[in-house]
């Protein structure tokens, strides 16, 4: 049984949620996984704000560019941010996740959000992504421990082929959590930079100090030299408690 997660933004209740026949599956046993993300609405909402929408000060009517959906998370935060006059992108590569955000949208009527079922790199391509039954939401491109196992082919597209489609005029946010293949997509997006107003990229160099991943995953550096080229003025949050969010980049053009 599907359950609306505006229905349960309301109610605040303790939820869990997993991936089950292309959908979105909330129960109140904590016996729906894999993958379980055991959190109240209220809980996804004060997270999303605090991980990719710090400091970016969005207003409504304004684009958000979604750049890892993941299983749709973030998006409910993102479309009340913009309101209906602004406007949701978001790109899932891998079919699963897509399926479930997909699933998200469509339950709760999200008109202001259009996604995409495409990776993205550098150049439109085919891309290898890793497909572990057990690690569904942070599946990856780039890093080698997860593609020694299950993968999958996916279609890869550039940000700035989009971009020249769109006809939008600019973006408010560029939000980008791709499990270590931000340079490539980056380097794919140089013309989409210079009309995109802030970024926050969630790099991936704690894997490899962490979890022993390898050096494929350390990619701050040159993200954050892409972004200063491109006239962002980078921000860092170093003390917060998160290592994925020590390592995240915040950008707002000069």
Sequence with gaps: MFVSFAHLLRTGRRVSVSASEGGMLFSQDGKSVPPPIRFTPSELDEMARDYFLWGAEISRG???????????????????????????????????????????????ELANVNLHQNALWSSACKIILSDSPTSLGINSAVDRRLLEEQTVDVD??????????????????????????????????RR??????????ACHDFVNRLEGGGSEMNTKGEVRSILEDAGFRIKERLSHKNPAIRDTLYGMKE
């Design 156 to 189: 890869a597209v550039t940000l700035d082929s989009w971009f020249a489609g769109s006809k939008l005029a600019e973006i408010g946010l560029l939000k980008m959590n791709i499990e270590g293949a931000e340079i490539e997509a980056l380097k794919g997006a």
């Design 192 to 201: 989409m930079l210079s009309y995109t107003n802030r970024v926050v990229v």
């Design 62 to 108: 304004e684009v958000i560019v979604d750049a890892g959906v993941g299983m749709g998370t973030e998006l409910l935060t993102y479309t009340g941010v913009v309101g209906e006059a602004g406007l949701v992108i978001g790109f899932e590569a891998h079919p699963k996740s897509f399926a479930i955000a997909k699933k998200l949208v469509d339950l709760n």
